[in-house]
């Protein structure tokens, strides 16, 4: 039986998502904890990579058991997991279902505090500097009328080509925290935090919204603004058409 989990995790002490060697990952975890619990060797497969230090709200992953899990699973599982790692809740899907491949959008968040707090020490980026929320959103329109973002990917990645839809990207206040909303059907390696240090120098006007266009029209990694800490970054959504639940 195939299954889906919904997971989330603070991703503060891990090296990202993937299994690798001599590192400590969400993955990594999360198979030894699932192999534990149900007596086989699981492996598992999410629908994105989180690099090292993103957190996620909701990641999902598939994978297959021979046991069916009961209605204890969610409670089982967390007894086993690490304290910053839960699953939120498990669906049964089409034995050819595929957390990564079916996934139709995916949606991230970046936050950023403006005043000093401690309690918010790798989970938000603090940045002193003013923000002009309105310019950032006029940017945001220029993202969204865009298709390829070559521009805000790392260089050395193995793609076939830098396209992707992107549903919406905005920037909300709250308080004096500002929260970045993203959701594409795909994304690149680093792209959301590239995004995000280019906007913020579109507020810091180092960056004109004329320039920003073009940034994106040069295809070119060196034209863009410097990537953001991956502290203030969550996977928080990722969608499926209802055909693959059972």
């Not at 999360?30 to 086989?40: R, V």
């Not at 230090?53 to 690490?82: T, W």
């Amino acid at each position: 039986m195939r299954y889906f989990i919904d997971l989330s995790y603070i991703g503060t002490n891990y090296h990202g998502w993937q299994i690798q060697e001599n590192a400590s990952s969400i993955q990594q975890m999360l198979e030894k904890s699932l192999s534990t619990l149900l007596g086989a060797d699981i492996k598992t497969l999410g629908s994105g990579r989180t690099d090292t230090g993103v957190h996620a709200l909701s990641q999902s992953v598939h994978f297959d058991s021979k046991k069916l899990l009961d209605n204890n699973f969610i409670y089982k599982i967390n007894s086993i997991l690490p304290a910053d790692i839960s699953v939120n809740g498990f669906y049964k899907v089409k034995g050819e279902a595929n957390a990564r491949f079916d996934a139709i959008s995916r949606e991230y968040i970046y936050k950023i505090h403006q005043n000093k707090n401690p309690f918010l020490n790798n989970r938000s980026l603090y940045y002193k500097e003013n923000i002009n929320i309105h310019l950032m959103n006029e940017a945001c329109k220029v993202l969204v009328a865009s298709s390829d973002f070559q521009s805000f990917s790392k260089i050395k990645t193995e793609v076939n080509n830098f396209k992707c839809v992107i549903n919406y990207a905005r920037f909300e206040k709250s308080n004096d925290n500002f929260n970045f909303f993203i959701s594409s059907n795909r994304f690149l390696r680093g792209m959301v935090r590239c995004i995000v240090g280019t906007l913020l120098e579109v507020s810091e006007k180092k960056i004109s919204l004329e320039k920003f266009n073009k940034i994106i029209e040069n295809k070119d990694r060196k034209g863009a603004g410097p990537s953001v800490l991956a502290s203030g970054l969550y996977l928080s959504k990722v969608e499926y058409t209802s055909n693959i639940y059972i």
